[in-house]
């Protein structure tokens, strides 16, 4: 259930805030560098905040650097930061909420900030993704929880404006880690909208502040040394970067040259703060996080059952046989095709086809104590889908689009590959349509499967399933 859903707010479209799962985190996270462009009244102050946070941060930790007592203490918790299940982002599967960021955390970041005190890149700290560049356990995601955790009084007076423009009702609770203060972090009553799942405040963000993946990544900033135009400079970042640029190796440059290496990410970070960074694709969800997973989990949410009474290969064929079936009926129905579909009716990858249907095979296996394994490594490469109820009994599925370069191949050769590596009868191929030429393909795969010798063909079944959004409503509207 989305948040708009819950509290019946119209015009989601047209809102520049984030419309949250309720049930589960949606694993996007507020990336600095977005803070730090935006425009919005309420978070003018915001990267101002977040540069003074880390600036007395470090100070501390200097202070406290090979230490115990007071400094130390005082250090530690300041970088107690909580995780906020406010927002309703970061990597948790089910339900709101992961590891947690208490004491140990804090020590991390403390050590984290050693380290780069003694590589001397302190002049980076406020940028917090060169923390992931250099420390390992420190990814987009912690960093999400910090600038958070530092600027929820914003996000609150974000999220109080947005309740009254909708009339959305709120509860007043106590807000954890609300400014860092005379030493401790501050608690407060404040008014914010209640989760009615999980009965939890909730805090929107705006969409522009949230990405999948950080904006300063070790792989990007590789990509900028390539790009330089410089003879003179290009050859001292390749006198001091190897290919492959990794995190062990960037810390080995600045240890060995660490000016040079310190004027490099000066210039990385000057070019990448005057493009204008962008903020996740909600409308496309490339990444499938969003509308993807949240229209796939109302469809999952309607699946028949399908009991699987006898513990027989038999019946583990027939069950097979129904999920695909369940998926076919699903694709080819107004509420699942446009999964396989961009909201311009552009087709979607094979990464999209494959997570619709473990969404399904998933959880019907789940009802039958069967197990489903994705991408098992067998043979010369991976096949998509393997089914199983012990060791004997076990199906392969392999599944390809009808516009893939490889679909002939994967039928004659890699399928029948992959079950003879793990020494397995019986497979099957399922093609998906997505485009008006589709058919023209899949007739000629019909026709080189008849060709086949009789062993393979009694071995393989091929299930077609036609997603072709040309003769159905625009997956725009149904939307």
């Known amino acids: 259930m989305l948040f708009s859903e819950a509290f019946k707010v119209k015009n989601i479209p047209n809102c520049n ?19 730090f462009q935006n425009e919005l009244d309420e978070f003018k102050n915001s990267k101002k905040k977040i540069l003074i946070f880390f600036q007395e941060a470090f100070e501390k930790v200097a202070l406290a650097k090979g230490k115990l007592g007071k400094e130390r ?54 940028y917090l993704s060169t923390f992931q ?45 609300l400014g860092f203060q005379q030493g401790m972090w501050m608690r407060k009553k404040i008014d914010l909208p209640m989760n009615p799942i999980t009965k939890k405040p909730i805090l929107l963000v705006p969409k522009d502040f949230l990405r999948a993946s950080s904006y300063l990544e ?57 493009e204008k960074a962008n903020a996740y694709d909600f409308l496309n969800d490339p990444s499938l996080v969003y509308w993807f997973k949240e229209r796939l989990n109302k469809i999952l949410l309607k699946l028949p059952k399908i009991p699987v009474k006898e513990n027989t290969k038999k019946s583990l064929m027939e069950f097979v046989e129904k999920v695909l079936s369940q998926f076919k009926k699903c694709v080819e129905s107004n ?22 249907f473990l969404g399904i095979a998933d959880t019907l296996c789940k009802e039958n104590d069967i197990d489903i394994s994705s991408e098992s490594k067998t043979g010369r490469g991976p096949v998509d889908f393997k089914f199983s109820k012990g060791y004997v009994k076990r199906i392969l599925v392999e599944l390809k689009l009808a516009r893939s370069s ?42 080189r499967y008849k060709k086949m010798s009789d062993a393979n063909k009694k071995k393989i079944n091929i ?15 149904v939307r």
């Open 218 to 274: 070790i792989e990007d900033f590789e990509f900028y040394l390539s790009q330089i135009e410089n003879d003179e400079l290009r050859n001292q970042a390749t006198r001091l970067f190897t290919s492959e640029l990794n995190r062990k190796k960037l810390v080995d440059a600045v240890r060995q040259d660490p000016e040079t290496v310190k004027s490099f990410l000066r210039e990385y970070i000057k070019i990448r703060e005057k």
């Open 17 to 35: 805030w984030f419309d949250p799962v309720l049930e589960a985190d949606t694993p996007l996270f507020i990336d600095p560098m977005l803070v």
């Open 463 to 477: 299930k077609i399933i036609d997603a072709y959004v040309g003769t159905k409503t625009s997956a725009s509207k």
């Open 406 to 447: 490889q679909i002939y191949q994967g039928l004659e050769k890699q399928l029948p590959t992959y079950m003879k590596s793990d020494e397995i009868d019986l497979g099957y191929y399922v093609v998906i349509k997505q485009l008006g030429g589709d058919n023209a393909r899949v007739i000629r795969l019909e026709d």
């Open 73 to 126: 203490d005082l250090a530690l918790m300041m970088l107690r930061f909580k995780e906020p299940g406010e927002n309703c982002l970061g990597y948790t599967n089910y339900g709101s909420r992961g590891s947690g960021m208490g004491p140990f955390f804090a020590i991390q970041i403390f050590n984290a900030i050693v380290d780069f005190l003694e590589l001397g890149l302190e002049e980076f700290s406020g």
């Open 133 to 177: 560049m250099f420390v390992e356990g420190i990814g987009p995601d912690r960093i999400s929880d910090m600038i958070t955790n530092i600027i929820k009084e914003d996000l609150i007076t974000y999220t109080s404006k947005i309740c009254k423009e909708n009339k959305i009702p709120t509860k007043r609770v106590i807000v954890n880690n």
């Open 335 to 356: 509420e699942g095709y446009i999964l396989l579909f961009n909201d311009d009716n552009q087709p979607r990858g094979e990464r999209a086809a494959q997570t619709f």
